[in-house]
C-alpha cells in the first residue's frame, strides 16, 4: 500500500510564509513526476509547483519568485516552502507523484491541506 501524507498547511497572515510537507510510504521503487496542486472554491484544481522525472521544475505564473518546490530522496518526501503568501493563494493543496511498485506505475494524490491566507 501506498500513501501521500500532507501537512504544514494552517492559517497565516499575508505576507507570512508555510511550508508543505507531503510525505510517501509504502512499497516505494521509485518517485516520478512529483508536485503540488490546489484548488480553490469554486475553481479548477490547478497546478503550483511541479518536478518532471525529466528535470528541472515547473511553476504557475501567479506564484513564481515566492514558491519553492524541493525534495529529500532519502526521506521520500516533497516541500513546498511558501513565501509572502496572498489571500489569492487560499486553497486546498494536494500533492501528486507517479509511483513505480511491484504493481506497476500509478499517480497518487495526496488527501489535501487547507492553507488560508487572511488578515
Known amino acids: 500500500q501506498v500513501q501521500l501524507v500532507e501537512s504544514g498547511g494552517g492559517l497565516v497572515q499575508p505576507g507570512g510564509s508555510l511550508r508543505l510537507s507531503c510525505a510517501a510510504s509504502?512499497?516505494?521503487?521509485?518517485?516520478?513526476?512529483i508536485g503540488w496542486y490546489r484548488q480553490a472554491p469554486g475553481k479548477e484544481r490547478e497546478l503550483v509547483a511541479r518536478?518532471?522525472?525529466?528535470?528541472?521544475?515547473n511553476y504557475a505564473d501567479s506564484i513564481k519568485g515566492r514558491f519553492t518546490i524541493s525534495r529529500d530522496n532519502a526521506k521520500n518526501t516533497v516541500y513546498l516552502q511558501m513565501n509572502d503568501l496572498k489571500p489569492e493563494d487560499t486553497a486546498v493543496y494536494y500533492c501528486?507523484?507517479?509511483?513505480?511498485?511491484?504493481?506497476?506505475?500509478?499517480?497518487?494524490w495526496g488527501q489535501g491541506t487547507q492553507v488560508t491566507v487572511s488578515s
Open positions: 501528486n507523484a507517479r509511483i513505480f511498485t511491484v504493481t506497476g506505475t500509478t499517480d497518487y
Open positions: 518536478m518532471p522525472s525529466g528535470g528541472g521544475t
Open positions: 509504502g512499497s516505494i521503487f521509485a518517485i516520478y513526476n
